[in-house]
C-alpha cells in the first residue's frame, strides 16, 4: 500500500473499491483510515473537512492508484497551494473500448453538473449557467497506444476523466456508469503518477519506479 515515504509526506496506492477517505461523520474503511495507522498526523486536521486528514487529492472509489498524504501542516499548505494554480499534477492511464481516430495530444474542457438517480453521475456541460460550479475542469489525453490512453489533470471534478472520456466517445472499460457496451470488470483506470513543486524542485513520482 505504501509507495513512498519520507518526513513530509506518504504516497499510497489505493486499490480499487476503497474510498479514499470518509465521509463527513462516518467511520469506514478507507485508505486514509489505513494510512493512518501507520502515520497518525496523516489523521490530523489539515483543513476545515477535518475528517479527511491529510489527503491532497482523491480517487474515485472504482479508481485505483496514487494518493498523497501530508504528514505536516506546511507540506500540506504548500501543496494544496499549488493545486490551486494548476501545478500538482495526476497522470493517469485509462483502457477504453474505442480509441479509434483519436489523436493527441486532445483536451477536453467543460464545466460539470450533476444528474441521474440520487445525482450519482456527473455531465459535462458548456454553458457555465447549466453548470453546478464555475470553475472550468480540463483534461488532457497526452498519448494513445491502442485503446490504453495516458490522461493527465491538475484540477479534479468527481468522474472527471470517466464522464470527459465518455462525452467524446471513449469510454473506460468497466466504467458502470459511463460505458453502456463493457460494464463489466474493475474499472480500468489508474492514478500512476503525481508532479507537484516543493521547495524549488518538481517531484515526480510514480507506480513504476517502486513495484
Known amino acids: 500500500m505504501i509507495v513512498y515515504e519520507c518526513p513530509r509526506f506518504v504516497l499510497a496506492y489505493k486499490p480499487h473499491g476503497l474510498p479514499t477517505v470518509p465521509l463527513?461523520?462516518?467511520?469506514a474503511d478507507t485508505l486514509l483510515s489505513?494510512?493512518?495507522?501507520?502515520?497518525?498526523?496523516a489523521l490530523e486536521p489539515y483543513s476545515e473537512k477535518n475528517w479527511e486528514g491529510g489527503a491532497i487529492h482523491r480517487l474515485d472509489t472504482d479508481t485505483a492508484g496514487l494518493v498523497l498524504f501530508a504528514l505536516e501542516k506546511d507540506f500540506y499548505n504548500?501543496?494544496?497551494?499549488?493545486?490551486?494554480?494548476?501545478?500538482?499534477?495526476?497522470?493517469y492511464t485509462a483502457t477504453c473500448s474505442f480509441a479509434e481516430n483519436l489523436k493527441t495530444p486532445m483536451t477536453i474542457s467543460?464545466?460539470?453538473?450533476?444528474?441521474?438517480?440520487?445525482?450519482?453521475?456527473?455531465k459535462p456541460e458548456t454553458d457555465v449557467n447549466k453548470a453546478d460550479s464555475p470553475v472550468l475542469y480540463t483534461t488532457t489525453v497526452e498519448k494513445a497506444e491502442?485503446?490504453?490512453?495516458?490522461?493527465?489533470?491538475?484540477?479534479?471534478?468527481?468522474h472527471q476523466i470517466r464522464s470527459h472520456l465518455a462525452w467524446k466517445g471513449f469510454p473506460i472499460k468497466g466504467d458502470k456508469l459511463y460505458n453502456s457496451t463493457e460494464s463489466e470488470g474493475e474499472l480500468q483506470l489508474e492514478c500512476t503518477s503525481v508532479e507537484f513543486p516543493l521547495d524549488g524542485s518538481i517531484i515526480k513520482l510514480?507506480?513504476?519506479?517502486?513495484?
Not at 463527513?24 to 467511520?27: A, E, L, M, R
Open 206 to 211: 510514480h507506480t513504476k519506479e517502486f513495484k
Open 34 to 41: 489505513r494510512v493512518g495507522k501507520l502515520y497518525p498526523a
Open 110 to 122: 467543460s464545466y460539470f453538473r450533476a444528474y441521474g438517480p440520487g445525482r450519482k453521475m456527473v
Open 78 to 91: 504548500q501543496i494544496i497551494a499549488a493545486q490551486s494554480k494548476g501545478l500538482f499534477k495526476k497522470i
Open 146 to 158: 491502442s485503446n490504453v490512453l495516458t490522461v493527465s489533470i491538475t484540477r479534479g471534478f468527481r
Open 24 to 27: 463527513k461523520g462516518q467511520d
